[in-house]
């Protein structure tokens, strides 16, 4: 491991980071060595990636001088925060800014920081179209990682900005999946009329990832979208049919809708499907499926993914 570049990489439990680690892992000849940062060393995710050839820390990203000490000696990192733990993009916008400072202080040479757009910047505060949420966010998701970017740029700090895409393991474990109505009909329910969705499977977000770490600090500066697939509902609802060899339809409500659904985060969700439907030029023109294929070409479509995940889908 001692001739190896290290990266460390943040989230390594969760989809994102722990898809880079086995990215990188499961390539015996690859020039980086994997630093999993984890806030258990002991779980089994944790144990597993150890097993694998990862050195093993364990971090807080909550402070700052815990995040300083994982990426000390490193040649890269990789940084996720993840907002469903606390829904605080206030918690977010500081933990950016000790991931930036802790990669400035150890003269990373490219750091990958997981982000997305500020939606402000498409939907000011003051335009009804979309609700306004906690007083300061349309999409707070977004809006926490997209106004932490500065953070990274203001420390100097050689970083490649990375946009993820709607997750189909969403349909698996988030509840989005197609559901059985009264008449025991499937159907899945968004609010993206008939526009695009760019999805991902979330193990290609790593492995893209893991691209562009080979490319290299060329690519410090550059925003850069991902995506497997850019599909309208009716054409998901299609290829759920064919993988699971019954009808799937789309039911297509309004965002208004999606936001009165009341589980924790609905309006979150609601107002992102709004701006995914409102804006889908912008977001499926930045999260392009033929470069998130050169950076990985294993890249699944959703039609891919669904041969291997489709038992999974839990239908209601």
């Known amino acids: ?50 097993k694998l050839g990862a050195e093993v820390v364990e971090a807080d990203i909550d402070h700052e001088e815990s995040v300083k000490k994982a990426v000390s000696g490193a040649y890269g990192a990789y940084f996720v925060t993840f907002f469903w733990d606390h829904f605080s993009p206030e ?48 999409v707070p998701h977004f809006d926490g990682k997209g106004m932490s970017d ?45 526009k695009k969705m760019a999805g991902i499977a979330a193990e290609d977000i790593g492995k893209c990832a893991y691209g562009i770490f080979r490319k290299g600090p060329s690519l410090a500066g550059k925003t850069i979208g991902i995506a497997g697939d850019q599909l309208t509902c009716a054409a998901m609802a299609e290829q759920l049919s064919k993988a699971l060899g019954e009808p799937v339809s789309y ?24 701006f995914y439907r409102d804006f889908d030029a912008h977001c499926n023109k930045i999260r392009d499926v033929g470069y998130a294929r050169e950076l990985n070409p294993e890249l699944q479509n959703f039609e891919q993914w669904l041969k291997e995940n489709a038992k999974k889908l839990p239908l209601e």
């Open 1 to 50: 491991m001692s001739d190896k570049k290290i990266i460390v990489v943040f989230g390594t439990t969760g989809a994102q980071g722990g898809g880079l680690a086995h990215a990188i892992l499961n390539d015996k000849g690859s020039e980086f060595a994997v630093r999993a940062v984890t806030r258990d060393k002991n779980s089994d995710k944790a144990k597993a990636l150890a």
């Open 91 to 138: 918690k977010e916008y500081e933990q950016a800014r000790y991931m930036a400072e802790a990669a400035k202080s150890a003269g990373l040479k490219h750091v990958i920081w997981s982000t997305l757009e500020d939606t402000r910047k498409w939907v000011p505060l003051d335009d009804d179209s979309m609700p306004t949420l906690n007083d300061k966010y349309k």
């Open 150 to 194: 500065h953070h990274f740029t203001d420390a100097g700090v050689p970083v490649t900005f990375m946009y993820a895409s709607f997750y189909w393991e969403n349909m698996i474990y988030f509840g989005m999946g197609p559901k059985r109505g009264e008449d025991g009909k499937l159907a899945i329910t968004f609010p993206m009329g008939d």
């Open 251 to 274: 039911n297509e409500i309004t965002p208004e809708q999606f936001r009165s659904f009341g589980f924790p985060g609905a309006e979150d969700l609601g107002n992102m499907f709004q």
